[in-house]
């Protein structure tokens, strides 16, 4: 009898062989992308590519996690600052005019639903942009986040992230780094777990499908459109030990967003691997109407709560998007890499990795 080959060896950090919580990611080369026929245009078309070792949190950034962060230093979030017009105005078609102060609000976008199934090409019949939303009130002014300290935190943007990663002395992922560590060593597979979305009738992540009886983005109101996130973990970990990988919340990486990178990564290597790609130095999207096609956006991974098969399956590793990076959204969080050159700096120096390298502040 033919023994089952070894599945990776799951390496988890205690604080002292490695930063705590995070998981090793042995480097090592990949298919990029996604030939399956349920894959988008901007996942085309698959190429090889390759990435060098790091470690991953284990989980997305907690509640818990990021309230330490703003408890250290004070960090305002951009959806607690009114929103800033020069950074608005690119994501708007040209001579827009600028809208009155008092129209500048802090706020942020949340899922509020609808009553019945509605046509899917007006995403603005599901999602508002709500005065007073933020990390703490991720659905408005009268939510809250008691008893969610393990949840990923949500309503926060790119440049948000990007600030906790400093104070953290930790990254965001390349797109290739975490494309890499959700296929946890399965080569194609349509999700992180394998080809079949609910082996065994068990489900597999925190996504619609399988989870809401209604069709999206159809919510009880009697329920006061009960569905959102759930605690880190709550669903199987993938062969590298990292949960949560898809589903839950949409995650942040560090590269630009180019609907069309993967096909000039493939046209300008021909074949050769990406080593380690950081993806391309501009933006380009052209499926937002009334968003002009080269407006800053960075990638946002991993789908969330909402991702269903009618109208978003980016519960799939090879799933892709761009995202305004001043956009805070009740589906949107992150988790973060080291390298481990760093991990072994900081222990030569004495400093704990999730601790303050700084106090990052601002908006």
């Known amino acids: 009898m033919t023994a089952k080959p070894a599945g990776p060896k799951v390496v988890l950090g205690d604080g002292k062989s490695g930063p705590a919580e995070m998981v090793w990611i042995e480097g090592g080369q990949f298919m990029m992308g996604s030939e399956s026929k349920v894959a988008q245009a901007n996942e085309r078309p698959a190429h090889p590519a390759s990435v060098s070792g790091f470690w991953m949190d284990r989980h997305h950034v907690t509640n818990a996690q990021f309230r330490q962060f703003v408890q250290a230093t004070g960090y305002k979030t951009t959806a607690e600052l009114p929103p800033d017009w020069e950074t608005l105005k690119p994501q708007l078609p040209p001579g827009t005019p600028k809208p009155p102060e008092s129209a500048l609000v802090p706020g942020a976008m949340v899922f509020v639903g609808t009553p019945a199934v509605v046509d899917y090409s007006d995403f603005s019949r599901w999602w508002r942009y709500v005065p007073g939303a933020d990390w703490r009130h991720p659905t408005g002014p009268d939510s809250n986040i008691d008893g969610k300290d393990d949840h990923p935190v949500v309503q926060v943007s790119y440049a948000d992230a990007k600030a906790y990663a400093e104070w953290a002395g930790k990254r965001l992922p390349t797109e290739a780094e975490w494309e890499y560590a959700a296929r946890g060593g399965l080569e194609q597979a349509t999700y992180v777990w394998g080809n079949d979305f609910a082996p065994g009738q068990k489900q597999m ?14 919510v009880s109101a009697k329920a006061g459109g ?10 199987p970990p993938n062969a590298y ?23 000039r990564e493939a046209r300008i290597k021909a074949g050769k691997v990406a080593d380690n790609p950081l993806g391309p130095t501009d933006s380009f ?16 991974r991993g789908g969330s709560f909402l991702c269903n098969e009618d109208y978003c399956m980016s519960y799939r590793p090879s799933a892709r998007r761009g995202t305004d990076p001043y956009t805070s959204m009740s589906h949107l969080g992150f ?21 303050a390298s700084g106090a990052a502040r601002g908006g």
């Open 241 to 263: 030990g990292l949960v949560d990988m898809t589903g839950n919340a949409w995650q942040w990486v560090s590269d630009w967003y180019r609907a069309d990178q993967f096909a």
């Open 226 to 235: 009960a569905v959102g996130t759930s605690p880190v973990g709550s669903f």
């Open 205 to 218: 992540a925190n996504v619609w499908q399988g989870q809401q009886e209604r069709p999206f983005p159809v």
């Open 335 to 355: 988790r973060l890499v080291m390298d481990d050159q760093l991990w072994k700096a900081r222990q030569q120096a004495k400093v704990p990795a999730g601790n």
């Open 285 to 300: 999207d052209p499926s937002e109407p009334g968003v002009p096609v080269n407006a800053p956006k960075r990638v946002t």
